[in-house]
């Protein structure tokens, strides 16, 4: 099976930039998308096919999968955007989602 | 709008038997497949396996193969995700979304349904 790692928390002080990594074999080769989950709330996509993003989703928020190492940055980190951030490959025609990273904004 | 609407809250017991509903609108329901994802208390997403409502088609994750159908009645635009015999360790949030084929990504997430189990 297909594993994505994701670190289990990262903190932002309000107003700076949030960086949230995303791990696999060979991930640079696979489109990588993003969700956030706020508490208590279904998921939302994000971003989609590394830094496409999805329709409604503040300019603040981008993606990147250069150097094997997606990356999720959200830059101006506002309190609204605490929650929690999972990335998703599709392998193997199902949808792998990594463990989640969740966001606290200081 | 796409919207995708679940069933209410349940709580049963162990060994019962129990199907959620997911009803979409706002897009023809046969062009994307549903998925269901399941969030354990406190935990990460999981996904379940998705169905192709054009011709009932299913694929599960292997954790999932066996222990739960996936289903779908096209007429009336709702899937369905159902156990036989629930256990206490099913106790999630369980939610479905509209899986785009061509982008390979959940666009639209229902509400999700909290499956309580305890005896």
């Known amino acids: 099976s297909y594993d994505l790692t994701q670190p289990l928390s990262v903190s932002v002080a309000l107003g700076q930039t949030a960086r949230i990594t995303c791990g696999g074999t060979?991930?640079?080769?696979?489109?990588v998308h993003w969700y956030q989950q706020r508490p208590g709330q279904a998921p939302v996509l994000i971003i989609y096919?590394?830094?496409q993003r999805a329709s409604g989703i503040p300019e603040r928020f981008s993606g990147s999968n250069s150097d094997n190492s997606p990356t999720l940055t959200i830059s101006g980190a506002l309190a609204e955007d605490e929650a929690d951030y999972y990335c998703q490959v599709w392998v193997s025609g199902t949808v792998i989602f990594g463990g989640g990273t969740r966001l606290t904004v200081l | 709008e796409v919207q995708l609407v679940q069933s209410g809250a349940e709580l049963k017991k162990p060994g019962e038997s129990l199907r959620i509903s997911c009803k979409g609108s706002g897009y023809t329901f046969t062009s994307d497949w549903i998925g269901w994802v399941r969030q354990m208390p406190g935990k990460g997403l999981e996904w379940m396996g998705r169905?192709?409502?054009?011709?009932?088609?299913?694929k599960y994750s292997p954790s999932f193969q066996g222990h739960v159908t996936i289903s779908v009645d096209k007429s009336i635009s709702t899937a369905y995700l159902q156990w036989s015999s629930l256990r206490a360790a099913d106790t999630a949030i369980y939610y479905c979304g509209r899986l785009s084929l061509v982008r390979a990504v959940v666009d639209d997430w229902g509400q999700g349904t909290l499956v309580s189990v305890t005896s």
């Open positions: 096919r590394d830094k």
């Open positions: 169905i192709d409502p054009n011709d009932s088609e299913t």
């Open positions: 060979d991930i640079g080769s696979k489109n």
